[in-house]
């Protein structure tokens, strides 16, 4: 059983910096692969961002390739998104997912824990 709190949302204005973290329970943490999904009211969830259980695998979706910035501290448990330069298509709730796999995948039905969520507002 893995448990997930995201934090660091907000409101923020249009071109300015966000940065949203996932505490996770348990060791096995430095073992799965983790991403980011959004939801926007009205959509569906949606893959922003996800790294493998090292790191060296990342993929991200296309709206914020150069913006966004997923990392990892496995020595803390501790997963990361830098936001920048964020525009008001990026206001969502945020939530942090993990899949109990090393190997990074982009659909929600992969991913077995998944935080809370935290909002994220972009005003123009």
């Known amino acids: 059983q893995v448990q997930l709190a995201e934090s660091g949302g907000g409101l923020v204005q249009a071109g300015g910096s966000l940065r949203l973290s996932c505490a996770a329970s348990g060791r096995a943490f430095r073992s799965y692969a983790m991403a980011w999904f959004r939801q926007a009211p009205g959509k569906e969830r949606e893959f922003v961002v996800g790294?493998?259980?090292?790191?060296?695998?990342?993929d991200y979706v296309d709206s914020v390739k150069g913006r966004f910035t997923i990392s990892r501290d496995n020595a803390k448990n501790t997963g990361y998104l830098q936001m920048d330069r964020v525009k008001p298509e990026d206001t969502a709730v945020y939530y942090c997912a993990v899949r109990t796999s090393p190997n990074l995948r982009n659909q929600p039905s992969e991913y077995d824990y998944w935080g809370q969520g935290t909002q994220v507002t972009v005003s123009s």
């Open positions: 790294t493998s259980s090292n790191g060296a695998n990342k």
